[in-house]
């Protein structure tokens, strides 16, 4: 990643907390490396069928890249923390 690109990032998950600080939404940060290519249950690798579709050969799961990472993100976020009662919303942001 360039500087600049690093430079964006880091200003846009700036105004991103900024943002949901305002109205009462907890950001958690989540690193994000092999989420969208690792099926959930079988956390084995899947593979690329078309255009960003994303299937499991072990049990034939197929979905988007972009929700096999929303599950995968929520299962690690799920793994031994929970959200403290005054955070209703919390937005998941990940981190490269
Ligand atoms: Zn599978």
Redesign the pocket.
Known sequence: MSQLSSLLCSALLLLSKWQAAKRGVMVVEVDPSGASTT?T??C?KMEEVGHRRMK?T??G?EAWRDVVALLNIEKRLARGWAPPAFFPLIALIPVV
């Open positions: 099926r249950k079988c084995r499991c072990t049990c799961f």
